[in-house]
């Protein structure tokens, strides 16, 4: 910062905690705007927080404090989905080559009964497991290729949420 006094170390904290008190259930309710549970709004907003103990002279600085701590906690929330997306990605990745895998040992069918519906399983199984074009699995179903995909990603979404469901039950 040219130019510019640097703020004591008192001045940063009374700036941090009267942001703290002043925007914290207001950035908590915009996280919320964007489909967070609250859990997940309040760590994104601790998280911005915690950028803001970091770069409090950033913060100090800048024209609009309110403004800057709202566009750390899109770029804090940008990344939380990334993440998500990369480990729902990396989760369908893991269990296609677990199905490749044990294919030979250990019929998937078996592997999964009962978590989601067989039929879905099925299909699941001949796109990711025995590798079926869309085009063919959409012909079998009476279905357009752009239906089909959809369905399958939409399935594959219901199989992670049940298998996260039932790891969870396992923990």
């Known amino acids: 910062m040219e130019g510019k006094e640097m703020p004591t170390a008192e001045q940063l904290d009374e700036l941090l905690t009267t942001l703290y008190e002043k925007y914290f259930d207001y950035l908590v309710d915009y996280a919320q705007n964007f489909g967070y549970s609250p859990e997940v709004a309040e760590d994104l907003v601790q998280e911005t927080f915690t950028v803001a103990v970091r770069k409090a002279e950033d913060l100090y600085y800048a024209v609009s404090q309110r403004g800057w701590l709202i566009r750390t906690l899109r770029n804090i929330a940008s990344n939380y989905q990334r ?56 012909e079998s179903l009476g279905l357009s290729e752009g239906a089909c995909k959809k369905h399958i990603y939409r399935t594959r979404d219901k199989f992670i949420k049940a298998l996260e469901a039932e790891n969870d039950k396992l923990k």
């Open 83 to 138: 993440k998500i997306m990369y480990a729902q990605r990396l989760l369908v990745k893991l269990e296609r080559q677990h199905l490749t895998d044990r294919r030979e040992t250990l019929d998937p069918k078996v592997l999964y009964d009962g978590l989601i519906d067989t039929k879905d399983l099925k299909l699941l199984i001949r796109y990711y497991a025995d590798g079926e074009p869309i085009n063919s699995i959409a």
